[in-house]
Each structure stands twice: as structure tokens, then as C-alpha cells.
């Protein structure tokens, strides 16, 4: 399986609409990988807070669109990263789409931790509230977003349903990226799956970001890691080791806590 990561910058200066068209031809050059991959709120940045409300859009809206098509082009599987979604009857979210190599919606998730300690995004948006999972023809992918990584108790209701890969757009900012590498090889360490992990580059309403998006084995080996800046990361890899890994190091069947057992 390939999978391609774009690490995208988001320049200040660059209006949504010419950054939702690059960033699609981007996915078009990706024709052939199996899954692509796009960072969290690419759109409007993600310390960008001030901005949400007004770059909000529908779910089905002028991002959902472009993205499709992209999708349907390249002819792959695409999380489209997330967006700001406005609910005409609710709260903006913290928004990821997952669209087919037909272009459909095929998953979408409302990120569930939000970041900001009674600021920012803890305010401003929804929490979303149910685990979600994909099945793509080579593996399950359970979806979570940014500062969802903290938390190991969503990745392990993601495995529990069937997750065997672990797909998380961020915006991560620099001053914290040892959390992001580290965090990310526990949460396939853990779960005995393989992490993509998609940040974005450049700075975010004067955040600069960490980058280093970051693809994890199940033993926690990191296969591929990019640098700072904008740019691709492309990585084969073979589904099969979760199974095999799950076979020959049988951690998981081994929890108590948490875990539903039959009395008598």
C-alpha cells in the first residue's frame, strides 16, 4: 500500500480559494498512491482562530467540492484533512472528510478533544462524539485529529472497532513537536497499528508549525518522516504487519482494564 502525506504550508497571504486549487493539484500528482493525506484545517490555519467563524462552511461546501473532484481525478482514496464546518442547526466543528476514488463522502468525522484550554478551539467549536473508522480494500483506518493523539483512550475504542491503521491530521506547532514524534510512535506501539500522522508547515497566525509528518510501524519504527517544510511524503507499506505483529506479540489480548470479560 502507498501512501502519500502533503505536509502543506499555509502562507497568510494566499487566499482559501488559491490554496484549495493548489493543494488539489497536489492530490492529482498523487495518481497511483492508495491514500493521500492532508493536514488538519489546511484551509484557514489552525491557530488561526479569529478566522474560523467567518471560513466556516457547510459540510457539502466549496472545500467538500474541490476535494471530491480531486479525489475522482487522482483516482485515490483522499482524507481531505479537516475543515471548519458550520451546522446550520449547531456549532462550527473541527471537520474531517474522507472521500473514495470515486469522489463520494465516504466518512466523516467530528474531531472529539478540543485544543485551547477554555480558548480558542474549546470554545469556539463542537466536540464531536463518536469513534469513526473507514475500511479501505487493504485496511481499516480509525480517524482522529491533532490533539485527539493525547488522548490513548480514543485510539483504543478505534481498535476495538476494527482500526488497524491510524490516520491523524494535525496542526502541530513546533515549541511541542517532541510530543508530536513521541506521541505518535505510542499510539502504534500501543495499538499494535500503523500511524499517518499529517502536519502542516509554515507559521499560523504567528505559531510556527512543527511539520515532521510521520509514518509508524506496529513495532514503533518509524518509516519515513519528513522535514519542516511544505513538501510530500511518500511511503510504501505493507497492511499484513498488524496482523502479523498482533499474532506474534499478542499484547492486546492480554488487557483487563476497560475490557468487557463473561462472568461465571
Known amino acids: 500500500m502507498r501512501a502519500s502525506l502533503l505536509q502543506i504550508a499555509v502562507d497568510e497571504g494566499e487566499s482559501i480559494d488559491s490554496r484549495r486549487e493548489r493543494v488539489a ?31 466556516a462552511e457547510p459540510l457539502e461546501g466549496p472545500t467538500f467540492e474541490v476535494m471530491a473532484k480531486a479525489a475522482s481525478d487522482a483516482g485515490v482514496w483522499l482524507h481531505a484533512g479537516s475543515i471548519p464546518e458550520r451546522d446550520p442547526e449547531g456549532p462550527l466543528y473541527n471537520t474531517s472528510l474522507v472521500f473514495s476514488p470515486a469522489g463520494e463522502l465516504a ?92 502536519g502542516t508547515a509554515g507559521t499560523h497566525a504567528g505559531v510556527p508549525q512543527a511539520g515532521h509528518s510521520i509514518v509508524v510501524d506496529p513495532w514503533g519504527e518509524v518509516l519515513a518522516e519528513a522535514g519542516s517544510g511544505e513538501g510530500v511524503l511518500s511511503v510504501e507499506f505493507d497492511p499484513a504487519k498488524v496482523g502479523t505483529t498482533r499474532g506474534q506479540f499478542p499484547v492486546l489480548r492480554d488487557r483487563v482494564l476497560g475490557v468487557e470479560r463473561p462472568h461465571g
Open 25 to 55: 493539484s497536489l492530490v492529482r500528482e498523487q495518481a497511483g498512491a492508495d491514500l493521500v493525506v492532508l493536514p488538519e484545517l489546511w484551509t484557514t490555519g489552525a491557530f488561526a482562530f479569529e478566522s474560523f467563524g467567518a471560513e
Open 107 to 198: 466518512v466523516a468525522y467530528r474531531k472529539i478533544h478540543r485544543f485551547g484550554f477554555d480558548k480558542g478551539e474549546a470554545v469556539l467549536m463542537g466536540a464531536g462524539a463518536e469513534l469513526v473508522t473507514v475500511r479501505l480494500p487493504e485496511t481499516v483506518v480509525g480517524l482522529a485529529t491533532c490533539y485527539d493523539l493525547r488522548f490513548p483512550e480514543l485510539f483504543r475504542g478505534l481498535v476495538d472497532a476494527g482500526a488497524e491503521t491510524l490516520v491523524i491530521p494535525a496542526g502541530w506547532p513546533e515549541r511541542r513537536r517532541a510530543h508530536w514524534t513521541l506521541l505518535a510512535r505510542a499510539r502504534a506501539v500501543e495499538n499494535q497499528a500503523f500511524v499517518l500522522a499529517c
